[in-house]
């Protein structure tokens, strides 16, 4: 893949910044350094940031963390609002680079993919096929480390300044998992979806091109390779873990290997050969929401366009389960 360089004319651009700052106050306008933005000349600001990208001293760092406690309890590391506004003029000129490397079985953090699109293959995969290993990484955010990602940057991109900036946000957070302060990208990041959706591409085309395993599924650090031969599956898991362990430094949970005429458990469902299932801990999840949803609604705190724009997405949820394999 040729390497990208003369990016920074672009992302120095007004109108590249100008709608980096729309994204970035995008379904936010209720928050308070989103109001205090829009009180202001934005005109001065978006030439004061354009100035920043040419001189290298954009702001990067400085992260509010709160933690989150759906799906699962986490840690997010929420970056002050102009660092917002830097990585969405970014990633509208790098997204294209990153997506060049995508192979088609990756869907996380992709336009047109997304986890629905992730379990439709999910199921013709499962369909079609005895066995599956179902992998995922330990602590994938936090265990992501500093120099390996620095290098595989460098292998699609040669802007010297994109890579300074780049190099500074990483260097921004380390995961306090780990004493080695090399560690971690903060989930809330924008461009850390990017980074670690790459990072992870590298052993896509290890499984793809290497190990020619046809049907395989990964949304961001969930992993599934199916196939009819059971002992070979439990190899190409092996060579995976080996991958994982020797170039990345990632180190896999334990493995969920079965029989398809079982079920898979992925991303809050059961596949079956026929049809989705909720998992016990989504229907949890799912009551649970709807309980809150509703009182928050009842209550005053949501209009009617706030609660329906939260309750359909979860309904949306529950009628996938409906959905035949066909």
Same mark, same amino acid.
């Given at each position: 893949?040729?390497?990208?360089?003369? +990016?920074? /004319?672009?992302? %120095?651009?007004? *109108?590249? #910044? !100008?709608? &980096? =700052?729309?994204?970035?106050?995008?379904?936010?306008? @209720?928050?308070?350094?989103?109001?205090?933005?829009? +009180?202001? /000349?934005?005109? %001065?600001?978006? *030439?004061? #940031? !354009?100035? &920043? =990208?040419?001189?290298?001293?954009?702001?990067?760092? @400085?992260?509010?963390?709160?933690?989150?406690?759906?799906?699962?309890?986490?840690?997010?590391?929420?970056?002050?609002?102009?660092?917002?506004?830097?990585?969405?003029?970014?990633?509208?000129?790098?997204?294209?680079?990153?997506?060049?490397?995508?192979?088609?079985?990756?869907?996380?953090?992709?336009?047109?993919?997304?986890?629905?699109?992730?379990?439709?293959?999910?199921?013709?995969?499962?369909?079609?096929?005895?066995?599956?290993?179902?992998?995922?990484?330990?602590?994938?955010?936090?265990?992501?480390?500093?120099?390996?990602?620095?290098?595989?940057?460098?292998?699609?991109?040669?802007?010297?300044?994109?890579?300074?900036?780049?190099?500074?946000?990483?260097?921004?957070?380390?995961?306090?998992?780990?004493?080695?302060?090399?560690?971690?990208?903060?989930?809330?990041?924008?461009?850390?979806?990017?980074?670690?959706?790459?990072?992870?591409?590298?052993?896509?085309?290890?499984?793809?091109?290497?190990?020619?395993?046809?049907?395989?599924?990964?949304?961001?650090?969930?992993?599934?390779?199916?196939?009819?031969?059971?002992?070979?599956?439990?190899?190409?898991?092996?060579?995976?873990?080996?991958?994982?362990?020797?170039?990345?430094?990632?180190?896999?949970?334990?493995?969920?290997?079965?029989?398809?005429?079982?079920?898979?458990?992925?991303?809050?469902?059961?596949?079956?050969?026929?049809?989705?299932?909720?998992?016990?801990?989504?229907?949890?999840?799912?009551?649970?929401?709807?309980?809150?949803?509703?009182?928050?609604?009842?209550?005053?705190?949501?209009?009617?366009?706030?609660?329906?724009?939260?309750?359909?997405?979860?309904?949306?949820?529950?009628?996938?389960?409906?959905?035949?394999?066909?």
């Amino acid at each position: 893949m040729k390497r990208q360089g003369r +990016l920074i /004319d672009k992302i %120095a651009e007004l *109108e590249n #910044i !100008r709608y &980096a =700052f729309y994204l970035a106050t995008k379904g936010k306008h @209720k928050k308070r350094c989103v109001q205090e933005w829009l +009180l202001r /000349d934005n005109e %001065a600001d978006f *030439e004061r #940031i !354009r100035e &920043a =990208f040419l001189s290298y001293s954009v702001v990067v760092g @400085k992260y509010h963390s709160f933690k989150v406690y759906e799906p699962k309890e986490r840690w997010i590391h929420a970056s002050e609002f102009e660092a917002r506004i830097v990585q969405h003029a970014m990633m509208r000129v790098c997204c294209p680079i990153f997506e060049r490397f995508q192979i088609a079985d990756s869907y996380a953090c992709r336009v047109g993919k997304g986890q629905y699109k992730a379990l439709e293959k999910a199921m013709k995969n499962h369909r079609k096929t005895q066995w599956f290993v179902k992998m995922d990484v330990r602590k994938y955010f936090d265990s992501i480390d500093h120099a390996i990602l620095k290098t595989l940057l460098r292998r699609i991109i040669k802007d010297p300044f994109v890579l300074n900036v780049f190099d500074r946000i990483i260097d921004s957070f380390h995961s306090p998992l780990f004493e080695d302060t090399n560690k971690g990208l903060p989930i809330g990041n924008l461009t850390s979806q990017y980074f670690a959706n790459y990072y992870l591409g590298f052993v896509d085309h290890y499984i793809k091109e290497t190990l020619h395993i046809r049907y395989y599924v990964r949304y961001m650090d969930d992993m599934v390779i199916w196939g009819n031969d059971k002992f070979l599956l439990l190899q190409n898991h092996e060579k995976i873990r080996l991958f994982l362990e020797n170039r990345l430094q990632l180190t896999l949970k334990v493995i969920c290997h079965n029989k398809t005429a079982d079920g898979l458990p992925f991303l809050g469902y059961r596949i079956m050969q026929d049809r989705l299932r909720l998992t016990p801990n989504s229907k949890k999840r799912y009551k649970h929401k709807q309980q809150f949803y509703r009182y928050l609604y009842e209550h005053g705190y949501w209009t009617d366009s706030e609660y329906y724009g939260h309750i359909e997405p979860l309904q949306a949820f529950v009628k996938k389960t409906t959905k035949y394999v066909q």
